[in-house]
Each structure stands twice: as C-alpha cells, then as structure tokens.
C-alpha cells in the first residue's frame, strides 16, 4: 500500500445564498470518481484518505465543481495530516477517540 494522508476538504461557493447542497452534490461526485480515496462526509466538511498527489489533485477539481455550475467566488479549506511514523486511516483516528 502506498503512503496514505488523511485530509479534510470543505468546498463552498460564497456568492450563492445559504444554502449550497447542490455544490456539496457535485463536489462529492468528484471525490466518488477519484480512484484510491475514501471518505466519509461530515456536517462541515469531508474527511478523505488516499496518496498526497491524488488528494491535492483531486481538492483542484473539486475546486472548480461551484464556477462551473455558475458560483462567482468560491473559497476552499484543506487540511493534512501526512503522518509518516505509523500509518494511520480514518478509522483509526476516530477509534483512537472512541468513535468508531
């Protein structure tokens, strides 16, 4: 298995009123069609699992789901956890905080 990085995207257009499932909708199809990434969707943002190039690839399509679907400012948060002492999943760092 190839080293893995644990990452939490949010994706979310700032022009387009309050509610944005329909960006969500889109953005997640993306991660859906990224080959070698989990994820588990959250109130707030999306936890992903894969290889560092795929993620930071993938969260630059991901990016421009909103402008295509006509957003005209779109603000995006990523944050890594690139861990390279023990490997470590998703599911490990929620049952390390007993929620798994």
Not at 20 to 30: I, N
Not at 48 to 71: C, K, S, W, Y
Request: glycine fraction near 8%; aromatic fraction near 4%.
């Amino acid at each position: 298995m190839s080293h893995q990085v644990i990452a939490e995207i949010m994706v979310a257009p700032t022009s387009s009123g309050t509610s944005v499932s329909r960006y969500v909708c889109g953005v997640l199809e993306v991660i859906k069609e990224t080959p070698g990434v989990t994820f588990q969707v959250s109130a707030m943002g999306t936890v992903v699992q894969g290889p560092l190039d795929t993620i930071l690839q993938m969260t630059a399509r991901m990016h421009e789901v909103p402008f295509n679907m006509g957003a005209q400012r779109v603000t995006t948060l990523l944050r890594i956890d690139d861990r390279r002492d023990k490997e470590a999943t998703i599911q490990s760092k929620l049952k390390a905080v007993g929620q798994a």
